[in-house]
T-cell receptor, first 109, second 113 residues
Framework: GQNIDQPTEMTATEGAIVQINCTYQ??????LFWYQQHAGEAPTFLSY??LDGLEEKGRFSSFLSRSKGYSYLLLKELQMKDSASYLC??????????WGAGTKLIIKP | IAGITQAPTSQILAAGRRMTLRCTQD?????MYWYRQDLGLGLRLIHY???????GKGEVPDGYSVSRANTDDFPLTLASAVPSQTSVYFC????????????FGQGTRLTVV
């Protein structure tokens, strides 16, 4: 079967660093997306990884290990506005997105 | 403003009634999708369309139908609503290629009573 696992909730402190993990099992794999979703809003694109390694984009970085079926999203210098849910999604062999349930990130002052 | 628009924003619907959720995009994307999002679950694909004139079933298609008469519009119809269809519905579009970013509408919060 196809499955995406990520923690349900995480708490971090403003200014700190947090890593949100995601493991996936899909029938074929083409790449991995991270999206951010603020409460009551639509998901918005953060990153896409297709090759192994770290992709850095400002305060956010995303890592992929295809052999381990593993990805993480790293958020640095946390700000209160980073409080949101972070959704991991893998593309299967048909390029269909398989979504995780999301990780709710709570930032405390 | 370019993007993807859904209507209505929210709706309370009596069980057994028919309802169409509207979705329009002006980005000329080939692919469009309908998802439902329920607490504790990931986005689940209901139906999709890779290009105008074609549609396909996703993970949870039962009780829903779609059409894609043109590039811009992708309505979702609930033929006879049931309480288990209470959810937040998101329409999305993308270029459809590898790594193509999906753009989401603002969502429709549907309550079936």
């Amino acid at each position: 079967g196809q499955n995406i696992d990520q923690p349900t909730e995480m708490t971090a402190t403003e200014g700190a660093i947090v890593q949100i993990n995601c493991t996936y099992q899909t029938s074929g794999f083409n790449g991995l997306f991270w999206y951010q979703q603020h409460a009551g809003e639509a998901p918005t694109f953060l990153s896409y990884n297709v090759l192994d390694g770290l992709e850095e984009k400002g305060r956010f970085s995303s890592f992929l290990s295809r052999s381990k079926g593993y990805s993480y999203l790293l958020l640095k210098e946390l700000q209160m506005k980073d409080s949101a849910s972070y959704l991991c999604a893998a593309t299967d062999s048909n390029y269909q997105l398989i979504w995780g349930a999301g990780t709710k990130l709570i930032i405390k002052p | 403003i370019a993007g993807i628009t859904q209507a209505p924003t929210s709706q309370i619907l009596a069980a057994g009634r028919r309802m169409t959720l509207r979705c329009t995009q002006d980005m000329r994307h080939n692919a469009m999708y309908w998802y439902r999002q329920d607490l504790g679950l990931g986005l689940r694909l209901i139906h999709y369309s890779n290009t105008a004139g074609t549609t396909g079933k996703g993970e949870v298609p039962d009780g829903y139908s779609v059409s894609r008469a043109n590039t811009d519009d992708f309505p979702l119809t609930l033929a006879s609503a049931v309480p288990s269809q209470t959810s937040v519905y998101f329409c999305a579009s993308s270029d459809g290629g590898e790594g193509a970013e999906a753009f989401f509408g603002q969502g429709t919060r549907l309550t079936v009573v």
